[in-house]
T-cell receptor, first 113, second 116 residues
Framework: AQSVTQPDIHITVSEGASLELRCNYS??????LFWYVQSPGQGLQLLLK??????LVQGIKGFEAEFKRSQSSFNLRKPSVHWSDAAEYFC???????????FGQGTELSVKP | GAVVSQHPSRVICKSGTSVKIECRSL??????MFWYRQFPKKSLMLMAT?????????EQGVEKDKFLINHASLTLSTLTVTSAHPEDSSFYIC????????????FGQGTRLTVV
């Protein structure tokens, strides 16, 4: 069965520091992978997605993610974090049947001044 | 990106009553809509998948008689929580996609349901 694991429940980084959020997936075929961000009490906003092609994907708000098939990973990175990046981040994989998303547990990002 | 509107954003209801949540795709035709439930500090749990004009497909453990889903048109899906109880209090989020597994799903802003 497909699954997504985000090993880090909570991460705190200093403003201006770099960020990497980990995501590992389990999927039999080439996955479609997503990163979403959720602010408190809000819905989800898509940061970036990987379907095929270049394994380094650029997203909005300065985020990027790299698909590594050998490691079954799709880690999210940002070179310099801003205070407004504090939020919950979800990695997800879409199942081939009907396009439903399977989410990871989420990583809460806190940004300290 | 496309816009999905979810209404209401917050609702408080009494135990035993029913609550309807609407999910509308404003600028595209959503052949498939998904309903998720999110507990505090938890991930999103898929409840059901609905395709326009057909019955919803519920995930294991989700009571279809309690959570009624209707997808009557290509732009509207509704989730009705029937005979609500305090344990149904949660954050409910819908998403909509046009077609296929490789198309993006757009999310509504969520509905905070509190049953008192």
């Amino acid at each position: 069965a497909q699954s997504v694991t985000q090993p880090d429940i909570h991460i705190t980084v200093s403003e201006g520091a770099s960020l990497e959020l980990r995501c590992n997936y389990s999927y039999g075929a080439t996955p479609y992978l997503f990163w979403y961000v959720q602010s408190p009490g809000q819905g989800l906003q898509l940061l970036l997605k990987y379907f095929s092609g270049d394994t380094l994907v650029q997203g909005i708000k300065g985020f990027e993610a790299e698909f590594k098939r050998s490691q079954s990973s799709f880690n999210l990175r940002k070179p310099s974090v801003h205070w407004s990046d504090a939020a919950e981040y979800f990695c997800a994989v879409v199942t081939i049947q009907g396009g439903k998303l399977i989410f990871g547990q989420g990583t809460e990002l806190s940004v300290k001044p | 990106g496309a816009v999905v509107s979810q209404h209401p954003s917050r609702v408080i209801c009494k135990s035993g009553t029913s609550v309807k949540i609407e999910c509308r795709s404003l600028d595209f035709q959503a052949t498939t809509m998904f309903w998720y439930r999110q507990f505090p500090k938890k991930s999103l749990m898929l409840m059901a998948t609905s395709n326009e004009g057909s019955k919803a497909t519920y995930e294991q453990g989700v009571e279809k008689d309690k959570f009624l889903i209707n997808h009557a048109s290509l732009t509207l899906s509704t989730l009705t929580v029937t005979s609500a109880h305090p344990e149904d209090s949660s954050f409910y989020i819908c998403s909509a996609s046009s077609s296929g597994a490789d198309t993006e799903a757009f999310f509504g802003q969520g509905t905070r349901l509190t049953v008192v």
